[in-house]
């Protein structure tokens, strides 16, 4: 293909385009969120930078734990025929979560936000509302809180990562507002650390009782079960008693995890091509089929959990006044 | 597959591929003898061979004539057949039940029917055996009876007919479970999982169901076996000194005769005292290992009367197992019964031939009449016995002097109910009721005349006066011949049978590997 | 009556992941029966036989395709394939067939002077309903058991072949053939999307435009 000719004028515009595009990724740049090492200018400008830094990534795992839950909830509440009004909430809910996270991860201002701070308090409370209705809908079943209906009735997980969500977000504002940055009174990185690590246990238990309706017919499907529990055990100790190599290995298995959520998508894409039908009967399969929005759970709590790990890392090396 | 020579002897020719035949060709294969089973009909590939229609599916059942007869002549043909590689278990329900242990002492334990030779702490191991191979998926918990391992696979997702039977046990006070069913709540190797088509009893074209055609079959291939379709045996051959030689049978419009050391006979409870009947000769008039006169006799059939009823909820049936929930409370308890036996019973879920035959020929219904309740269709809602007839000499099956296609005599089906029966039918009936009832079903009425599956006929026993075969399936006449189907049972308890049929056939494959290695084995 | 299900055809689902090519080819065939094909019957019998049908199961004037029963029937008693068990008081499926029709024409006789075809609607519900209780007087039921015959033969033989028929299937809001595709909602008022929608009071519309979308 022949090079066009460019003008001046052209190059003029293209020249000031540039620069438009290097301010606004100057003003709007995600930082490497994994990287918790910022160019010293002033100490109180500095632990502002690690603090946004921290909420961000806490974002980022809001983000996902949300996206989560509006696809899965999306995709569930079809296959309940939207039986009820209230299964709409969930949706919308979790889709206003997922704004205002992506806003959040976005935002590089060291302040919390009003809006984002209401959504996700909305988002913990319909969890905890969801949690109700779901216990309610095993309960009036018959058998009661069976192993059947454990398997089958609503999911006692699915609303919880929806308080995650809301948790996670919540922590990621008071960690960019609170000087002294303490949750229920103790230093805001131990708090999401153990949040997280609770979060991520429970979401291996959720995964394990359906792997365990599936008779872990497929090896893969004790990963689940078995990485997130080691990452959720290393980063409650690395929290709770700091060292360098527990902090090592945490960090190596959240990230693990992380990943683990993308590669679960790919299990389950597996999973529903190889049900009877396969992708061509998807109308049934990926509502009958492993769910494909389920995994992606475990890497917004694992970026959470890396998040309040390099928290808990700034708190002990700056402890707050 | 392996192909052995007519004229050579294999070690091993078994009559039928069903759950008795086809569970002991792989476990005898498996063991290193040269087996061939043969079966009368086609063998079946599921994914490309079976259609989602009712009418068509009925290729899988042995629509032969049979003559019925006595006061209450049976219905046969559907749910108690099978002319297939892999028998009846290509379209059973996939219920897969163990028996109460008491039922292996029925007579002196509970006072009725007969005493088997085999006791239960034994039989349990090998349910275990064949619930891992069939990956039957049940109840983590199962209500009734002493401990057993957990299931291989989960219980199935209940559908509204079967929360309908939770609901009324749960009004009642009795127990109910999620039923143990062979078909796939998870991917097994290649097999897909279930996906609640609800066409179980037409043949499973997902390849869920964990019939013998799929479980066992493709082991008894694997380890040797070789398996002739489309073979009908017609008859045992015997030498001089009494003892069997082989099996006669028409394949591709002529007579074979193939040579065997032993000869299995599994052809359930209608074809296996045929063949034993018709393969009288001078030496053994009454028909082959009937000295005890009992071959063809003690037909038992297990009851299957009904409550049906409307809904105001759509229950749409027609999704999922026929079969998802299930109560054997009145298996287990024996508080207030006016009889022997126990019977258990089942959600249900007819598809629309079926259902159309039972208002009609069942109901009476015609005309107008017919279609406006036909049109209830999605609000029906049903409950369903498995129960126990007790053994009576005067159930049996005989041969008539009308002859089949093939030129063999045509089997007669005696049945007729004993006053227990009656009295069995009528308790489930009024409890089904009431049960039914307290769900808020109206326009309640009783299916009174169907029955499902048939054993006996070559009851196994402690002696050669009062039984066929021995515990080992051995027949006391001829140590060279087996009987290894529903056939040997002494008493047929309130589950379907193919469970303990599949788990007697790992046991008789069992003694028999322990014979052979003893040289108890005879051969000619 | 209205329609329990407006508008829901089975027959829609024909091209949907709900058949295979298995299905597909079975179901044509039966569609591609002619209804007024026969070659086990004579005419008399055929008359007889349609006539019969009819009153079994008087199909609805605006169904389309319509379950061509007799032809059906006249195709199994011709092909001999049995159903597996036969009534010791019965003869076999075809001379119970033939015997049975010719004593229902014979019955109808008795009181009229004419075929049974050839008599008034209500006249041949008569009929049949004395077949059914077994009140019959003509000697043309000779070692035929009328009552017998006519629960486990004529209304098993023919409302069989109705229900195998997709024509039914849609009456009754049944999801007809289901693989590789099954059904995944199996709770209390739950439908799949490719399940018959039933027409609740004052909302008969709603359901027609869901039985538009089945498919």
């Not at chain 1, 499907?221 to 945490?250: C, D, H, K, Q, W």
């Not at chain 2, 006791?119 to 209500?143: C, F, H």
């Not at chain 3, 029963?69 to 001999?80: E, H, P, R, V």
């Not at chain 3, 049949?128 to 015959?149: D, M, T």
Request: charged share 20%; hydrophobic share 40%.
């Amino acid at each position: 293909m022949r090079a066009a000719r460019i003008t001046r004028r052209q190059q003029d515009s293209l020249t000031s385009l540039h620069e438009a595009a290097s301010n606004l990724r100057q003003k709007y740049a995600v930082p490497d969120v994994l990287r918790t090492h910022v160019r010293p200018v002033t100490t109180s400008s500095r632990e502002a930078q690690w603090r946004n830094a921290a909420g961000r990534q806490l974002n980022l795992g809001a983000a996902l734990l949300s996206l989560s839950v509006l696809a899965d909830s999306g995709i569930e509440h079809y296959r309940g025929s939207f039986q009820n009004r209230a299964m709409y909430v969930p949706l919308g809910v979790s889709a206003l979560a997922l704004a205002a996270s992506l806003f959040g991860v976005l935002d590089t201002r060291a302040r919390s936000h009003v809006l984002r701070d209401g959504l996700y308090g909305v988002a913990a409370m319909t969890g905890v509302i969801g949690l109700g209705f779901h216990g309610y809908n095993i309960l009036k079943r018959p058998g009661r809180f069976s192993w059947l209906n454990l398997f089958y009735a609503a999911p006692l997980g699915a609303p919880v990562a929806l308080l995650l969500a809301g948790a996670l977000g919540r922590g990621a504002e008071k960690v960019r507002e609170d000087r002294s940055s303490r949750i229920l009174g103790h230093p805001a990185g131990q708090t999401l650390g153990l949040l997280t690590s609770a979060g991520l246990a429970g979401t291996a238990a959720e995964a394990g009782l359906l792997h365990f309706r599936g008779a872990f017919q497929n090896p893969g499907m004790f990963l689940p079960v078995t990485l997130p529990p080691v990452a959720a055990g290393l980063l409650a100790a690395s929290v709770i008693n700091p060292g360098n190599a527990l902090r090592r290995a945490a960090k190596a298995c959240l990230n693990l995890t992380a990943l683990l959520g993308f590669a679960g998508v790919a299990f389950h894409a597996y999973g529903v091509s190889r049900s009877m039908g396969g992708w061509r009967n998807w109308s049934q399969n990926l509502l009958g089929g492993p769910p494909l929005p389920a995994p992606p759970s475990f890497t917004g709590l694992a970026l959470g959990g890396l998040a309040a790990l390099s928290l808990v890392d700034k708190e002990q090396r700056s402890p707050s006044t | 597959m392996r192909e052995y020579r007519e004229d050579q002897p294999v070690d091993f020719a078994i009559v039928g591929t069903g759950a008795g035949g086809g569970t002991l060709a792989c476990k005898l294969a498996e063991y290193g003898f040269s087996v061939v089973a043969f079966d009368a009909g086609p063998y079946w590939r599921p994914l490309e061979d079976f259609a989602s229609d009712e009418m068509h599916q009925s290729k899988l059942y042995w629509t032969d004539e049979r003559i019925v007869d006595g006061e209450n002549p049976l219905q046969l043909g559907s749910n108690n057949s099978g002319k297939s590689v892999g028998g009846s278990t290509v379209h059973f329900a996939m219920v897969s039940l163990r028996f109460r242990p008491e039922w292996f002492k029925s007579l002196s334990i509970l006072g009725y029917g007969a005493d088997w030779p085999i006791d239960w702490r034994e039989m349990w191991d090998y349910y275990a055996e064949v619930e891992q191979t069939l990956k039957v998926s049940g109840p983590i918990n199962y209500p009734w009876g002493p401990k057993r391992p957990r299931y291989p696979y989960r219980a199935h997702e209940l559908n509204a007919a079967a929360l309908v039977l939770a609901e009324g046990a749960e009004a009642l006070g009795i127990g109910w479970t999620a039923t143990p069913l062979a078909t796939l709540s998870a991917p097994r190797g290649l097999a897909h999982p279930c996906v609640y088509r609800g066409m179980c009893v037409i043949g499973c074209s997902t390849n869920a169901k964990q019939s013998v055609l799929v479980t066992w079959l493709p082991r008894a291939l694997e380890a040797g076996a070789e398996i002739r379709d489309l073979a009908m045996v017609g008859s045992i051959e015997h030498d001089s000194r009494g003892l069997v030689t082989g099996v006669h049978y028409l394949r591709e419009g002529r007579w074979r005769f193939q040579k065997a050391r032993n000869v299995v006979v599994a052809g359930y409870s209608i074809e296996t005292p045929r063949l034993l009947l018709n393969s009288a000769s001078g030496k053994f008039p009454q028909g082959l290992a009937n000295s005890s006169g009992l071959v063809g006799k003690n037909l038992m059939v297990q009851a299957n009367q009904a409550v049906w009823g409307i809904s105001d909820r759509e229950i749409r049936s027609y999704k999922g197992p026929p079969s998802l929930a299930i109560t054997e409370h009145w298996n287990y308890s024996d508080e207030g019964k006016d009889f022997h036996g126990g019977y258990s019973y089942m959600s249900q879920g007819p598809l629309p031939m079926l259902w159309g035959a039972t208002q009609s020929s069942k109901r009476g219904l015609w005309g107008q009449a017919l279609l406006d309740e036909m049109e209830k269709y999605n609000h029906q809602v049903g409950l369903k016995i498995v129960g126990e007839t007790l053994p009576q000499e005067r159930n049996c099956v005989t041969l008539t002097d009308e002859r089949d296609q093939y030129g063999l005599r045509i089997p007669r089906v005696t049945h007729s109910y004993s006053d227990n029966d009656k009295r069995l039918i009528a308790h489930s009936l009024r409890f089904m009721r009431q049960a039914l009832q307290a769900t808020g079903a109206r326009d309640i009425w009783d299916e009174t005349d169907d029955t499902c599956h048939l054993n006996g006929t070559a009851r196994m026993g402690f002696d050669r006066k009062s039984s066929v075969v021995n515990a080992d399936c051995r027949s006391w006449d001829i140590p060279n011949l087996w009987i290894c189907d529903g056939s040997v049972f002494p008493t047929v308890g309130g589950v379907n049978p193919s469970l303990t049929i599949q788990a007697i056939a790992c046991r008789t494959a069992d003694r028999i590997r322990a014979m052979a290695r003893r040289g108890e084995l005879i051969t000619t | 009556m209205t329609e329990r299900y407006p508008g829901y055809n089975v027959l829609n689902k024909r091209n949907s992941p709900s058949w295979n090519d298995q299905t597909r080819e079975v179901i044509d065939a039966r569609l591609a029966i002619d209804e007024d094909f026969h070659r086990f019957c004579d005419q008399a019998e055929w008359r007889a036989l349609r006539a019969i049908c009819e009153q079994i199961v008087p199909q609805p004037a605006h169904h389309f395709p319509k379950a061509p029963i007799a032809a059906m029937i006249d195709q199994k008693l011709y092909s001999g394939k049995g159903d597996g068990y036969r009534d010791a008081r019965l003869p076999a499926q075809g001379d119970a067939w033939r015997k049975g029709l010719a004593a229902i024409d014979a019955e109808a006789a008795l009181e009229s002077g004419k075929s049974f075809c050839e008599l008034g609607q209500e006249q041949q519900r008569a009929v049949l309903r004395k077949v059914q209780k077994g009140e019959v007087a003509s000697p043309a039921w000779a070692g035929l058991p009328a009552q017998l015959f006519f629960a486990k033969r004529l209304l098993h033989d023919i409302v069989t072949a109705y229900y195998a028929h997709p024509a039914s299937w849609s009456e009754i809001g049944f999801g007809g053939p289901a693989s590789p595709r099954g059904y995944v909602r199996m709770n209390f008022d739950r439908r799949d999307p490719w399940e018959a929608a039933e027409a609740k009071v004052g909302r008969e519309e709603e359901a027609r435009r869901d039985n538009e979308h089945v498919g």
